[in-house]
T-cell receptor
Framework: DTGVSQDPRHKITKRGQNVTFRCDPI?????LYWYRQTLGQGPEFLTY????????KSRLLSDRFSAERPKGSFSTLEIQRTEQGDSAMYLC???????????????FGPGTRLLVL | EDQVTQSPEALRLQEGESSSLNCSYT??????LFWYRQDPGKGPEFLFT???AGEEKEKERLKATLTKKESFLHITAPKPEDSATYLC?????????????FGKGTSLLVTP
């Protein structure tokens, strides 16, 4: 257990419905990331937050996707009008600057597996 | 565009049979290379970070090394519990933020 939690762990929805996922990062981490992973592939970056500010979004993040991190704590990822191609594992990770200023390590949560029927 | 390629895609070893996994990269300025382990249905678990060519890190039966073009994850005398997918990821100068660029992974199966 890395200390990053995600809810729900599994979600089955029908095409066209909206879904929302939640991520609670490690408490002292100020950066939070969302990735998407499909079968046989590595995780693909979607977006990241530094505190409450969303600083980067991948071109994979279509207009149907929106992420928030109110108050710089937990984050939500919403997918509107889901499509079958949205079926994937959605992973959340968090990090903070290391003491030596070196590269930060991202610690991942268990993921939310989404199936769109 | 940054590229990360892992080989082999799948590897089957007998318990005790040592081997190496490869991660080759073509990037514009490497800032860090990461190895993660992922069990089925779970999130990636951090193993190592390497920053510069020549660097090595060890943890139990695993040893990660880095050159200017590739990284190896050496597994010595593996056990069945080492079975998992091993992911390599890079953070580079072309990432404006802190996004990691992952390879597709190597699926390792260790049989008794």
């Amino acid at each position: 257990d890395t200390g990053v939690s995600q809810d729900p762990r599994h979600k089955i929805t029908k095409r066209g419905q909206n879904v929302t996922f939640r991520c609670d990062p490690i408490s002292e981490h100020n950066r939070l990331y969302w990735y998407r992973q499909t079968l046989g592939q590595g995780p693909e970056f979607l977006t990241y937050f530094q505190n409450e500010a969303q600083l980067e979004k991948s071109r994979l993040l279509s207009d149907r996707f929106s992420a928030e991190r109110p108050k710089g704590s937990f984050s939500t990822l919403e997918i509107q009008r889901t499509e079958q191609g949205d079926s994937a594992m959605y992973l959340c990770a968090s990090s903070s600057r290391g003491a030596s200023g070196n590269q930060e390590t991202q610690y991942f949560g268990p993921g939310t597996r989404l199936l769109v029927l | 565009e940054d590229q990360v390629t892992q080989s082999p895609e799948a590897l089957r070893l007998q318990e005790g049979e040592s081997s190496s996994l490869n991660c080759s990269y073509t990037v514009s300025g490497l800032r860090g290379l990461f190895w993660y382990r992922q069990d089925p249905g779970k999130g990636p678990e951090f193993l190592f970070t390497l920053y510069s060519a020549g660097e090595e890190k060890e943890k139990e039966r695993l040893k990660a090394t880095l050159t200017k073009k590739e990284s190896f994850l050496h597994i010595t005398a593996p056990k069945p519990e080492d079975s998992a997918t091993y992911l390599c990821a890079v953070h580079t100068n072309s990432n404006s933020g802190y996004a990691l660029n992952f390879g597709k992974g190597t699926s390792l199966l260790v049989t008794p």
